[in-house]
């Protein structure tokens, strides 16, 4: 028997280009032995939590003994410190948290206490640099302390730099630094603009607070600039050569090393080339309108000082008309390379740089040009170049792989990228890194002097304290690495005395070692049990929680360990989902019957009575195409009013929802509690709001606009959108434990997807003092689509796989004589026959053949065949002569139906005849009952062996009417 066929996920295919460099024997030797210039494995990168329970943490500094410097926005300085594994509160900087509008609302600002960067020669000088915003003043202030002891010297305190600003209306503070060679320090500095319509161009009076023309594309103002000063030992700075505009000039602040910024975030100087790398957060419009472009989040590089275009353009040089307020409509849309600002806000230069590029730019929806960065909400960070040489000695330095890559990360999507540069700076190209590590919100990434990556996760709350704020830290191991170990055990638990072997299987060492394996069995108030074989046999005689730990130790001594609880006294509830039909293929709009059976020791059974059907959780779902439905289990975890809907929780943990939205409490968006308490009882609720997470939108619940999702499937924000709409439920389940259940598939969807059909059940604890727990137990079924792509049959033999003719539409079988494909465990209750698209085209050398269908193996019972000819060819000859035959016609007809003089309009050219597409081949079975590992065997004696028979990519099983 084949092992079951797992649910195909979505192929992502990618092409790597590949280009030979030489490399010096001197740049080698900067390497450590193990660094190649290949892709190093996944496996050798080990996220490690440094600091934890953190409260809105915003920037770090990293120092050489592995200490780190975290800074809160509400004000607080922290250190962590390696030794103790503990983060301890150094002080409070006093900050201003709030915006006040004219008309006297309070709300929660952006600012407080937003940069922290360490003197270049801090080792000596004890210099720390924090960067916030006045506790009552209108202003945000760049100041420098003495450092001693992990104490701020107050009387040290020297004001460095004072940025004037407006507390009236969101948003924007930057707050990102760091310095060159030369000893320059950089600062970026956000708009401190107010948001209406698109772009920030309001020049009505009193509205000086939402024209950005006043603040980013203003030369005598520093918000929405990157700042490039030398501090001096007397806590004043000069101004460095090579500024956007030179010391002196009129109507200029000398410190602007590049202006026309909406937000610069995280800040970083490639030590090789000067060149500045830097996150730009963009405006918020999900399309095109005459208002203004859609927006897009900026990743950028400046080789030199430069005008980025902000608030007239964005992304590509994408302009926004400077909106006439006062009449409500769009005005005139500015030049890029001949740019005046005419803004009665402005105090600067009216005649300004040309637009600098954008280097990276990417929209709500799927960027064409860098699809790598993914769909929806966005927030660009920015990050550090690596440069082995940026490090003496470290203990775990970067592959050679990542030499000269900008490491990039983004806010909300949660990714780090790795983006390849040409030798001149240009883009090349761009890649994950890591990416089965899901940072929450990463809002600071650098690397330390120790030469490891660490990632600062501000958490999923916004302006207030999450449970997952923390700092981490990336290690690189180029060595030997641990074993990977798994634990399991066959029966987690039952009445004793009972037996269960515990498995290892999955343990694996990616370096190939031989292993050794040790377990231990343990329980308070028990006698440990010892065994050292990879799968033994354990009994428990006595009830109560064991631990079963299994510890892996490697040839070279390295070990690493994993857990798994027993409960030996209560016996688990079993579970059962019974189908009236198919139980591996959902036809659409075919009712699925279904029954759940409960039955449990100790606890009795709903065929009894004593299982209540309140007391067990079902539910189904459908999900689209690449769905990882492995990730629903519920495991230990006992059953609650949430249960029913962990498919839309698994989806959500995979989306930016908790980017903005929590279930009970409000982040910068409404709790899911207040929009299912809103919508209860409102039949029309959950088609408007799926439009609207597909789409984005505003105003129903303040002034921060939802994020668009355009990529995110129909289907899955329906999921999505009825878990939102039901949260506030507390009955364990909306389905009855016997029912029928219609697939419906949402227009947009591709009907490829699956149909998830769960129930899970917790016991009751045993003994009077319920000192053994309880014991859940769940079922899930998977029903997926009747149509199946061949080349992801997971057995194979002599048949060859060719991508298709357009991109990204996955790949053909190309059979030959003798050759098959199977699918394991496949239902055929109810199926007929089989469609496959097949063809033998004379074109491509095909001769043709016979399908055959077989059970259980190639020279199994044979249940259908048929025939495959091949296909008549193409009379290329004839196809022209119609194409020219009918732009003929098109060609007779001018001029006879037009007017006296006047030529008549030009018509498109005829659509060539486009040739009929081959009829599917259709292959009857004979009835078949039950799960059968099904063989597709192609026979053609008469074939020589190089000779293709055939190629398809499609298989669709179909059920009888």
Sequence with gaps: MLKPFPIPRKNFLSSVRWSAKLVTVAAL??????????????????????ADNLDEPMAFEVLPDGSSYIIERKGALKKYNPS?????????????????????????????????????NFAKNHWIYLYY???????????????????????????????????????HTGGGMTWDKAGNLYLTVGNNTGNDKAAQTDERPGRESWDDQGHAGNTNDLRGKILRIHPEPDGTYTIPEGNLYPKGTAKTRPEIYSMGHRNPWRISVDSKTGFLYWGEVGPDANEDSEIGPRGYDELNQ??????????????????????????????????????????????????????????????????????????????????????????????????????????????????????????NGDYESMERVLPSYHPVQPIDIKFG???????????????????????????????????????????????????????????????????????????????????????????FDKPGVY????????????????????????????????????????????????????????????????????????????????????????????????????VAQTLMGKSDCKVCHQPNTKSVGPSFADISNKYRGDAGALDRLVKKVLEGGSGVWGEVAMAAHPALPVADAE??????????????????????????????????????????YTDRPVGSSKSVPAQTTEEMIVLRSPEMNAAEAPVTKGVETKALGVAGQGFAVVAFENSYIAFPSIDLTGIDSLELNAA???????????????????????????????????????????????????????GATGSAGTAAAPKAPPAPPRRAPNPPVRIAIQPTTGKQDIYLVFRNTEAKPIEPLMSFSRIKFKNKP
């Design 29 to 50: 030797a900067a390497f450590t032995m193990q660094d190649t210039v290949t892709k190093p494995d996944e496996s050798r990168f080990t996220p490690v939590v440094l």
């Design 84 to 120: 103790t594994k503990a983060t301890d509160l150094i002080t409070n900087i006093p900050v201003n948290t709030k915006y006040v509008s004219k008309e006297g609302v309070s709300r929660e600002a952006e600012e407080g206490l937003m940069g922290i960067t360490l003197d270049p």
């Design 133 to 171: 915003a006045h506790p009552t003043e209108k202003k945000h202030i760049l100041a420098r302390w003495d450092m001693v002891d992990d104490q701020l010297v107050e009387s040290s305190k020297k004001v460095v730099l004072e940025v004037t600003t407006q507390r009236e209306v969101c948003c």
């Design 302 to 423: 400046a080789r030199k000082p430069g005008n980025f275009g902000w608030p007239w353009f964005v992304g590509n040089d994408q302009a926004f008309p400077v909106f006439d307020y006062a009449n409500n409509k769009p005005g005139e849309k500015k030049d890029p390379k001949n740019l005046v600002n005419t803004s009665p806000n402005n105090t600067g230069l009216k005649e300004l740089f040309p637009t600098a590029p954008s280097f990276i730019y990417y929209p709500y929806g799927v960027s064409e040009k860098f699809p790598a960065v993914g769909s929806g909400s966005r927030s660009a960070t920015g990050g550090p170049v690596y440069h082995r040489t940026d490090f003496k000695a470290p203990k775990r330095p970067w592959p050679a792989y990542y030499e000269n890559k900008w490491i990039a990360a983004d806010f909300s999507r949660g990714w780090i990228m790795a983006i390849t540069m040409q030798a």
């Design 449 to 539: 002097p120790d030469g490891d990556l660490y990632i600062l996760e501000y958490g999923s709350n916004w302006f207030r304290k999450s449970d997952n704020s923390r700092l981490v830290r990336i290690e690189y191991n180029g060595g030997n690495r641990k074993p990977v170990v798994a634990a399991a055990a066959e029966k987690k638990g039952g009445t004793v005395p009972f037996e269960t072997v515990l498995s290892s299987k999955g343990t694996k060492d990616f370096d190939g070692d031989a292993l050794k394996y040790s377990w231990k069995v343990t329980s308070p108030g028990t006698a440990p049990k010892a065994f050292t074989t990879a799968n033994p046999t354990v009994k």
């Design 547 to 646: 631990t079963a730990t299994l510890t892996v130790t490697d040839t070279k001594g390295a070990s690493n360990s994993q857990s798994v609880r027993i409960i030996a006294g209560n016996e688990p509830p079993k579970v059962n989902i019974a189908l009236d039909g198919n139980s591996t293929f959902f036809f659409p709009k075919k009712p699925i019957g279904y029954t759940v059976n409960i039955s449990d020791k100790e606890d009795g059974s709903t065929a009894d009575g004593k299982v209540k059907a309140d007391q067990v959780a079902v539910s189904i779902d459908y999900t689209s195409e690449g769905f990882d439905y492995a990730e629903v289990a519920q495991s230990q975890r006992s059953v609650d009013a949430t249960t029913q809907f962990a």
């Design 719 to 760: 999921v999505i959108v009825k878990y939102i709409l039901n949260s506030t439920e507390k009955t364990l389940s909306t389905l009855p434990l016997q029912g029928r259940y219609t697939p419906q598939i949402p227009k947009s969807d591709n009907g490829k997807g699956s149909v998830i059909i769960r129930a899970a």
């Design 840 to 894: 033998a085209q004379q074109r491509e050398g095909s001769v043709g053949g016979t399908i055959e269908v077989r059970l259980g193996s190639p020279t199994g019972t044979l249940v259908g065949q048929q025939k495959v000819n091949v296909a008549k060819p193409v009379d290329v000859a004839k196809m022209m002569a119609e194409l020219e035959n009918g732009a003929k016609k098109e060609g007779g007809t001018n």
